[in-house]
């Protein structure tokens, strides 16, 4: 089993729609949680990180962490096709940055 | 401008030739890390360091080799390069306290043949 795992897609949503993006996570260690988004080609670009169980909410980005499930999600609201790119999950123990494969989102116009 | 910057940022050599992939940063970072990304297999960790004179082995270091005698470069190094470390190489760096915020560079896309 992966350490971080996530479904990799593609995952297509129409233009104004929620897109929902899931991972999971193995180590109960893991300390705090990430969500970057990686355009074709491009470095990654941190969008949220959470720490608490519960919802954390950002513009447009809702990050949600259920630790006793070892669940965190992604919600992206009124999704725009410049959403369109792939979302990696990372997980923090100690100095250490575990990344899921990553879910590739299309946001179709 | 604040930035993480690699070099080279292509790369294409032949088993057994040692080279090494640079990596700056002029933000003042303590923490620098290393990945590398392969489809399928995300991004991992390859080295990482805390500050100067510390690093530690992330989650793949075999066949790498980091050093960090300034705070601002931190060199990925492959003494014997393998076909199997053909990847797509970042280099990216954290504030002490704020290593969640990490700046990626580039990246550099490596071919070993």
Redesign the interface.
């Known amino acids: 089993q992966k350490e971080?795992e996530q479904n990799?897609g593609p995952l297509s949503v129409p233009e104004g729609a929620i897109a929902s993006l899931n991972c999971t996570y193995s180590d109960r260690g893991s300390q705090?949680f990430?969500w970057y988004r990686q355009y074709s080609g491009?470095?990654?670009?941190?969008i949220m990180?959470i720490y608490s169980n519960g919802d954390k909410e950002d513009g447009r980005f809702t990050a949600q962490l259920n630790k006793a499930s070892q669940y965190v999600s992604l919600l992206i609201r009124d999704s725009q096709p410049s959403d369109s790119a792939t979302y990696?999950c990372?997980v923090?123990r100690g100095?250490?940055?575990?990344?899921?494969?990553?879910t590739r989102l299309s946001v179709l116009p | 401008e604040a930035q993480v910057t690699q070099n080279p940022r292509y790369l294409i050599t032949v088993t057994g030739k040692k080279l090494t992939v640079t990596c700056s940063q002029n933000m003042n970072h303590e923490?620098m890390?290393w990945?590398r990304q392969d489809p399928?297999?995300?991004?991992?960790?390859i080295y990482?360091s805390?500050n100067v004179e510390v690093t530690?082995k992330?989650?793949v270091p075999e066949g790498y080799k980091v050093s960090r005698k300034e705070k601002r470069n931190f060199p990925l190094i492959l003494e014997s390069p393998s076909p199997n470390q053909t990847s797509l190489y970042?280099c990216a760096s954290s504030p002490y306290g704020r290593?969640?915020?990490?700046y990626?560079?580039?990246?550099t896309r490596l071919l070993v043949l």
């Open positions: 971080v990799s705090s990430f491009k470095s990654p670009e941190l990180f990696l990372a923090k100095q250490n940055f575990v990344f899921g494969p990553g | 923490y890390s990945y399928g297999l995300g991004l991992r960790q990482y805390m530690d992330g989650d970042f290593v969640e915020t990490q990626f560079g580039p990246g």
